[in-house]
């Protein structure tokens, strides 16, 4: 089955049965109707369907090289600048659908795969690791898969003399080695969406401590026997559009990931031991530069998204005519047009690499997802400040059906709305800004790439500043 619709996406995902628990008890039954889950895995669907939608499909799906079948454009390999422009736009048709509060469409991890795929010859080995890559990517490709993933170790001591030696392993680690696989003991973090995707995909962790036992990436089945996702506590917490527009439908869920002696299969696997590979994957498949174009694409439809409704704010209580407010929403402005011209120039800059894949130029990703991380929290910030008490003064449906409808509609009424309409809007501003949901979006869009100061860091150590400094030395003696 290629690119699929969303009912076929269900299916699938309603057959999985993975092991998730959520407050202390394993799901059973239908994941898709639970509670937690339901939401999301309604509006992915939706992405789904407009994959196949026909107005869409000269730019969401191509021709599969393998069978001619029309397949995912999240699944592309670039070859010239016009690709890297499908992807940019299935990346944005996507988002649009959410204003970006999905991080993890599938998109995301596609992006990844077809990364490490099309590269999938820096890490082919005596024992065919990198056909088990390619033969992974080209199965997620045909099949149109949905992935989460995990790199990150539990945070249990960060010092950077911290070496874990523990009897009981802590982080993920290969414990034996068995005739049909590898035996994986211990947690990984932090699986946004685990347990609801097809399939979980396992990176090596960084660090200089890396022990023989962390060398390994794979992607097994989210239903793999003794694979746990524990959640965290959901923030769909009610089911209502009207009180929560954003949670009920958007809530990603983010699971600590448990591997309670996980056999994976060798075919399964693309890294193990290698430390060649492990050090120079990321580079050689230039991992880094493709999931930066995706998310610089979708972090520029969220800017807007918040840009649309910090002003409907300010339309609704008429705050426009303050010259702080017109400098607030500026801010918005600006923060849209910088992160547009980035991702513009890292298509313009794009060169083709050995492979003949076009590569979209790092500098400005890597700069478009530092200023993002600290441009999010300013913007969820200015929608408080804009917002004020109007933010907190938000009754719910079940209010305004009940008798209280007529003093609600008057007394929160707002410049050209009444109490009602004035509502949705900052129930919507509400769940961006202060609800559970919109404080879990703000640590998203801080972390879930990396650390900023480590991405700041890496920025600093790979930029090349000849240039520059041979422009200020030009300068000293004249
Ligand atoms: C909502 C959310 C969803 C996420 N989803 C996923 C997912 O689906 N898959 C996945 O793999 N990961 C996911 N992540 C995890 C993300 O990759 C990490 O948050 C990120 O890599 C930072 O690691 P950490 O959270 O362990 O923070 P830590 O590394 O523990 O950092 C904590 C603090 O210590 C400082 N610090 C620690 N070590 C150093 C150092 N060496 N140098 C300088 N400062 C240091 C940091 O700057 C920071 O201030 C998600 C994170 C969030 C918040």
Known sequence: MPACNGSTFLKRIRKLQAEVWIDGQRINGNICDHAAFKGLLKSKAKLFDLQMDLKNSGFMTYPSPLTGDLVGTSYLSPRSREDLEKRRLTTQEWAKTSGSMMGRSPDYINTALMALGTAWDAFQDKNNRGKNLKNLYEHARENDLTFSHTFVSPQVNRSIGYYEDEDEPLSAQVIKEKKDGLVIKGARLLATQGGITDELLVLPVGGKFIKDSFVYAFSIPSNTPNLKFICRESFAYRDSQFDHPLGSRFEEMDTIVVFDN????????????????????????????????????????????????????????????????????????????????????????????????????????????????????????????????????????????????????????????NGEEKTKIFRLAWDISTSAFGGRQTLYERFFFGDPVRLSTGLYNSYSKDLAVNLAKSLLDK
């Not at 890597?366 to 938000?394: D, K, M, V």
């Open 262 to 417: 996980v056999l994976v299969p060798w075919e399964r696997i693309f890294l193990y031991n290698n430390y060649t590979v492990a050090i120079s994957m990321y580079k050689e498949s230039n991992f880094y530069p493709f999931l930066l174009h995706q998310t610089a694409a979708r972090q520029v439809v969220k800017i807007e998204f918040l840009l649309g409704a910090a002003q409907l704010l300010v339309d609704t209580i008429n705050i426009g005519e303050y010259q702080h407010v017109q400098e607030k929403v500026s801010e918005l402005i600006i923060g849209l047009e910088t992160m547009k011209a980035l991702l513009l120039s890292s298509e313009v800059e794009a060169k083709e690499d050995k492979r003949g894949t076009m590569i979209p130029s790092a500098n400005p990703l890597y700069a478009a997802i530092i200023t993002f991380s600290r441009l999010y929290p300013r913007f969820t910030e200015i929608i408080q400040l804009l917002g004020a008490s109007g933010l907190i003064s938000i009754p719910t449906e079940q209010d305004f059906n009940s008798t209280l409808k007529d003093d609600l509609n008057h007394y929160l009424q707002g410049a050209f709305c």
